[in-house]
């Protein structure tokens, strides 16, 4: 089992770990990579008897390495991959490599669109002790983004074998957060690829999820209406809808002023209302009450690292290939222009030791969306959590999906038609989902705060000494407060050129 299986009692209060811990890194402190996991810590386990691996880059014989020396060239591989172009390096590597090992087989996704990415980045493994375990993550199986980029990982409970035939329709109608509920989106996602994961589908259906505590947030290629029901959902309208069904679980409380922080490693050229329709409408669901409270208005952030950020990293700018975005044209400068109040940078001020992440000097490659109950501040550095979602996809309509538009001569809005382009995967938490009392539970004593340097809250972070309530980490990959952009700072770009030496004495061409 998962560390989420054991809380920790003290007294009158529950008190829990993260449920996503950071990667451990190469070239920090032992003290920096405190309740970290590396990819051995995966794969390691010689019990794997067969692995599914999805993702967008793989360095197959890097990969390998990671699983028990004794089991690596026994454990049934399947590498699922999008790179459909016969000249793809990606795809032209992994062909390569397989010659090495017998017992990995590539599976290539459907791709229907030019533009879109197989970007999922996920991990299922099926052990001789029957037990399975879905492990969903923001890493490329590369080398240089296990060990030099700071990731995130969401491991689920080892999942028993089912006692009794599932019912599907159960699953289907179950709470939003249920395990029942994340086995039937997680089914759905799987069944998107087709038949060539048919058998996928049928070995998790006799898996139990009844453990998991967490909602299933992805998005396959495809059109949707806006009208789509919460079962059916991709993208930001899965958003959306769950967040519609967290609030509506929710204790009236008392009025909040949420902040929303987007933290990721590429931002796409946008429309530009873009985000007001998709990510901040959808955020802005889990703030406005069924109860009609009066509430603020959300205010959102942005971090992404600057040339500086990259410059000053332990890797210099060689991990600076792996965060995109683009400054060269005059849309392009726009866009900063009217994101800039909104743009924070990676590194931050570090004035206050106790809410330093310490991954100031590991460039992100992790994609982070949490909303805090209010804006952090010097004087209020770390506000509670109200929900988190890690995930592989950016900012951009490709991973997301376009903003819901009608089709020419159609009136009815519900019509309205979101397209999406890539595989995406992620997973969304609450506080209200580890109470004891279930995921419907409307307790006002369940709080989730953001830990820094490890995933385990301390008791002087509960709210009294005689109230009884359950308090979750959320491990931190970034400083608060966060520190903005300087007026004359710019994102960092892969195609733009930094004539100043990094740490390592490099420029970048």
């Known amino acids: 089992m998962t560390k989420l299986s054991s809380p920790i009692h003290r007294t009158n209060k529950v008190v829990l770990p993260s449920p996503f811990q950071l990667t451990k890194v190469t070239g920090l402190l032992q003290e920096q990579n405190v309740d970290t996991v590396s990819l051995h810590d995966i794969l390691g386990d010689p019990l794997i008897k067969q692995a599914w691996i999805f ?3 793989f360095d ?50 459907y791709m229907p669109d030019a533009f879109g990415t197989h970007h999922s980045k996920m991990i299922i493994l099926f052990k001789y002790d029957d037990t399975a375990q879905v492990i969903i993550h923001t890493a ?40 029942a509920r994340f086995k039937h989106d997680l089914s759905r996602y799987i069944r998107a690829y087709g038949s060539k994961l048919k058998t996928l589908v049928e070995q998790l ?10 909602a299933l947030i992805a998005s396959v290629p495809s059109y949707q209406k806006s009208c789509d029901s919460l079962e059916e959902a991709w993208g930001h309208l899965a958003l959306r809808n769950a967040l519609a069904a967290v609030n509506s679980k929710k204790s009236t409380g008392s009025a909040e002023n949420p902040h929303l922080v987007s933290q990721v490693s590429s931002i796409a050229t946008l429309p530009a209302s873009w985000l007001d329709e998709t990510i901040y409408k959808a955020a802005n669901l889990s703030t406005a009450s069924s109860r009609m409270l009066e509430r603020s208005p959300l205010s959102t952030s942005i971090v ?21 975005t683009k400054v060269q044209s005059a849309a392009q400068q726009k866009q900063v222009s009217l994101l800039r109040p909104q743009l924070h940078r990676w590194q931050g001020h570090q004035s206050n030791i106790a809410t330093h992440a310490g991954r100031h000097l590991v460039p992100p490659h992790i994609k982070t969306y949490i909303c805090f109950s209010a804006k952090p501040t010097s004087t ?32 009815d809005l519900g019509q309205a038609v979101v397209h999406i382009q890539s595989f995406e995967i992620g997973v969304l938490v609450w506080p209200e989902l580890f109470s004891d009392t279930g995921v419907d539970c409307e307790s006002s004593k369940t709080r989730m705060v953001p830990m820094f340097g490890k995933d385990m809250p301390e008791a002087f972070q509960t ?19 966060l520190t903005p952009y300087d007026p004359d700072e710019m994102p960092w770009s892969p195609s733009a050129t930094y004539t100043e030496p990094d740490r390592l004495g490099r420029t970048w061409d």
Not at 205 to 214: A, I, L, M, T
Not at 382 to 410: E, F, M, Y
Request: charged share 25%.
């Open 55 to 57: 993702n967008f880059c």
């Open 60 to 109: 197959v014989n890097w990969t390998m390495q990671h699983f028990d020396p004794d089991m690596r060239q026994l454990v049934d591989v399947k590498i699922v991959h999008g790179s459909w172009r016969k000249e793809d390096g990606n795809r032209l590597a992994i062909k390569e490599h397989l010659q090495n090992w017998k017992n990995v087989q590539e599976i290539q996704a």
């Open 140 to 179: 490329n199986m590369l080398e240089k983004d296990w060990e030099h980029m700071t990731q995130a990982v969401w491991r689920s409970p080892l999942l028993p074998l089912q006692r009794t035939p599932e019912d599907k329709e159960k699953l289907r109608s179950s709470l939003v957060g249920s395990g």
């Open 205 to 214: 259906s006799k898996y139990d999820f009844n453990q998991v505590r967490g």
């Open 304 to 324: 992404y690292p600057t040339p500086s950020d990259l410059r000053n990293a332990l890797t210099g700018y060689a991990t600076g290939g792996s965060i995109h």
């Open 380 to 411: 209020s550095p770390a506000p509670d959590i109200n929900w988190a979602l890690v995930t592989s996809a950016n900012l951009s309509t490709q991973a997301w999906g376009t903003v819901a538009r009608l089709p020419k001569g159609v009136k």
């Open 463 to 481: 709210l009294s000494t005689d109230s009884e309530e359950t308090v979750i980490g959320m491990r931190m990959p970034y400083d608060l407060p």
